[in-house]
């Protein structure tokens, strides 16, 4: 079996925990996923790079880890590209589909002991190994988040620093079920198996996720330490300073955190409050 037929398999496995049936899956998106998952030349990582590039200083020249590296895209596109990634990954099924890359792919045998398996809550890794961490879109996956965040403090070398992304649940929007939802609905609720019985959904995806929530995490990471830039305010406010010049003038600094409100705003009502909303934070380690 080769490795895109693997995935494909347990992709097909996952959709069915979340729709009734794979054709409720957009296929175009059921695709993506698989490309992007199963074929690491194509290199779909690099939205990642190119922000660790912007907001972490000389990022390729330093020890980077991922957390949680899933089926290895983002660890062996980086090697492939000249970074120094290594990553951790819980699930059996995605480092046997890791197997199957480097079988297909001869990838270079030093590279495969860099994908571990292990927890975010317990990482297997010394004190002060890395420079950077990326967490993308897994910070809703962990069984406890607080203790995830004091690992990756850890293992963090000081003035280290890295990019926590994942989704705000804070918003009327599921992106695991791509449905409406109640803002911090609990999935091991009772009324939100009652939900997904009334709109006819299976429940089998609650147990995959659980509700966080910008306040709680910057919570978490002031507790143990982080310095902490919200990457997406950072970037309006850049983005505000080249269109407007004048705003670089301490006088005007006042103006920016207006500027970010608007934005803000703006996005809720052109998605009429329904879009997904993202937690997006650079955690610096003093």
Request: glycine residues 6%; aromatic residues 12%; positive net charge.
């Amino acid at each position: 079996m080769t490795a895109k037929e693997f995935l494909k398999r347990k992709l097909e496995a996952e959709v069915l925990m979340y729709e009734r049936k794979l054709s409720d899956l957009n296929q175009e998106i059921f695709n993506s996923i698989l490309e992007r998952w199963s074929d690491d030349s194509l290199n779909l990582e690099n939205h990642r790079f190119n922000l660790q590039n912007i907001m972490i200083p000389e990022a390729k020249s330093k020890k980077i880890l991922d957390m949680a590296a899933g089926c290895g895209s983002f660890v062996i596109q980086g090697l492939r590209n000249g970074y120094d990634t290594y990553g951790v990954e819980p699930e059996q099924w995605k480092q046997d589909l890791i197997d199957l890359k480097f079988k297909e792919n001869d990838y270079p045998e030093a590279w495969r002991s860099r994908i571990v398996q292990g927890i975010g809550e317990d990482l297997p890794f010394e004190d002060e190994t890395f420079d950077v961490f990326d967490s993308w879109q897994t910070i809703e996956h962990v069984q406890n988040e607080e203790k995830c965040i004091m690992e990756l403090y850890r293992v963090l070398k000081p003035g280290g620093s890295g990019i926590l992304q994942g989704p705000s649940y804070w918003c009327f929007n599921e992106g695991h079920y791509r449905m409406f939802w109640f803002p911090m609905l609990r999935p091991d609720s009772a009324f939100a198996r009652l939900y997904l019985k009334l709109r006819r959904r299976p429940s089998a995806g609650l147990a995959t996720f659980h509700p966080v929530n910008p306040a709680k995490i910057r919570k978490y990471a002031r507790n143990v330490g982080f310095e902490i830039v919200n990457i997406k305010r950072k970037q309006i406010y850049d983005a505000a300073r080249r269109r407007m010049p004048v705003l670089k003038k301490k006088l005007f600094y006042p103006s920016l955190p207006l500027i970010y409100a608007l934005w803000s705003f703006w996005r809720v009502i052109k998605k009429a409050g329904l879009g997904q909303r993202t937690i997006a934070y650079l955690l610096i380690k003093k």
